[in-house]
């Protein structure tokens, strides 16, 4: 890959920043949160921080990259030289590399599942899903084999190029994922007695709100946009210095947003319609889902629908992972990508493996009664992430050169330009003082 490589069109981009976060935050996690943090009023508090803290932060990530045109540590380098502000690329780095590890064996999960639903051997009447899916994570060769297998389909995409991999295979995947959508919303609104858990999901009930409710949004406004570890750094690096920075983070968000939006109803109406509670983990995706389409009618079409769109949603999350750790040591030389996309694609799927195991062979391995795989999990959502969240913000906030920064706005509206001081207050204080507060949050769940 050359150095200058670069998006083909703005909707490439957004195609593929939108697809970065939305197999993490917008499909399994955010129902589980709704689920336990107040429903509507949760979903509405979430909209708000994504607006008014995720879009800034992701905007001060497209600055640094866009700005330099460079990935995460040498875009650091450049404009803070002499420093160690680089190290904030190489957090990012080592976050994505065990952010992945765990998150190619949900991968490896959903293709048993699509496998199954495709020759039709998923749903059976009876069948207890909540065993079944304790039988398949807890045989080993299985897990293993299976988390290599997303790994592959991985490391192939994006050695291929920002081009001719994960662009084109963004461009396919997330208007695939939207289609998909749509046709399991339409049929949960089919559904007799789905009216109550429409209203559930929409309908802001603010008594049910708790403070841990309001600081779970907060924390599910950044992991929905995959900020703090400078994947959307490295993409943006990619944009030409043409497109507008805050349209394009704009247009980012709302695709979030409203994936968030489409999973809800088509989660909860069907959730409720049936009878059934939300389950937190994996136990809805891979328990309770089948169960619920085992009541639809054509419920083996529905399914294997949904997983081939959770699929979508999980490889476009792990084209980004992989990208950021590729893009930062192949120095733009198109044969060292295709082979460091081998190294650590592999290195990945070895790493992975403990995680993979830990509900079986290695389940007896804990730490503060959290096995391997929720250990890899809780340290990047409730502690890496945050702290590089945090020092995005500060970096942009202080270090980045302010003629600089009204230069990468200089495309932008008028107001915007004008507002500058304000979002350079938001970066400053607001947003590190929020950071902080969900940070100290979640280690005190500990």
């Known amino acids: 890959m050359k150095a200058t490589e670069q998006w083909t069109s703005k909707i490439g981009f957004i195609l593929a920043s939108a697809g970065s976060a939305i197999g993490l935050g917008a499909i399994w996690k955010f129902p589980n949160v709704v689920a336990t943090s107040g429903g509507g009023a949760f979903f509405l508090l979430f909209l708000i921080f994504t607006l008014g803290i995720g879009l800034p932060l992701l905007i001060a990530e497209f600055v640094i990259g866009r700005g330099t045109g460079k990935e995460a540590i040498r875009a650091y380098k450049e404009i803070a030289p002499g420093t160690r502000w680089h190290w904030t690329g190489y957090l990012g780095m080592g976050t994505c590399f065990l952010l992945l590890s765990f998150y190619s064996v949900v991968g490896g999960w959903i293709l048993l599942y699509l496998s199954r639903g495709i020759v039709g051997g998923l749903l059976v009447a009876g069948r207890n899903y909540d065993e079944l899916f304790a039988q398949t994570v807890s045989n080993p060769w299985t897990a293993v084999m299976a988390q290599l297998s997303f790994m592959l389909i991985t490391i192939v995409v994006v050695g291929q190029g920002i081009k001719s991999g994960i662009e084109r295979a963004s461009r396919i995947l997330m208007p695939g994922l939207f289609i998909l959508f749509l046709v399991l919303i339409i049929r949960s609104l089919t559904l007799p007695g789905m009216s ?251």
């Open 196 to 446: 109550e858990g429409l209203e559930y999901f929409l309908k802001p009930d603010f008594s049910k709100l708790t403070g841990q409710a309001i600081l779970n949004a907060l924390g599910q406004s950044f992991f929905c946009l995959s900020v703090g570890v400078s994947v959307m750094v490295t993409y943006s690096s990619y944009l030409n210095k043409k497109e507008s920075l805050v349209k394009s983070a704009t247009s980012v968000v709302i695709l979030n947003v409203l994936t968030s939006l489409m999973a809800g109803i088509a989660i909860f109406p069907a959730l409720f319609a049936l009878g059934m509670k939300p389950q937190e983990g994996p136990g809805l995706l891979f328990g309770t889902l089948p169960a619920l389409f085992e009541q639809m009618p054509y419920g083996g079409i529905f399914i294997t629908l949904f997983l081939a769109l959770f699929l979508f949603a999980a490889l476009t999350s792990a084209f980004s992972m992989l990208e950021i750790l590729v893009s930062g040591f192949s120095g733009g030389n198109k044969i060292n990508r295709k082979r460091l996309s081998v190294l650590f694609g592999l290195l990945i799927f070895v790493v992975g493996v403990p995680s993979a195991l830990s509900f079986g062979v290695l389940s007896e391995i804990q730490l503060f009664g959290l096995t391997i795989f929720e250990m890899a999990d809780f340290a990047v959502t409730n502690i890496l992430m945050p702290i590089g969240v945090l020092l995005i913000a500060l970096f942009v906030g202080y270090r980045f050169p302010k003629a600089r920064l009204k230069q990468e706005f200089r495309t932008e509206a008028v107001w915007w330009q004008k507002g500058l001081a304000m979002y350079l207050m938001l970066l400053r204080v607001v947003i590190p003082i929020v950071i902080v507060l969900v940070f100290l949050n979640l280690l005190h769940i500990v």
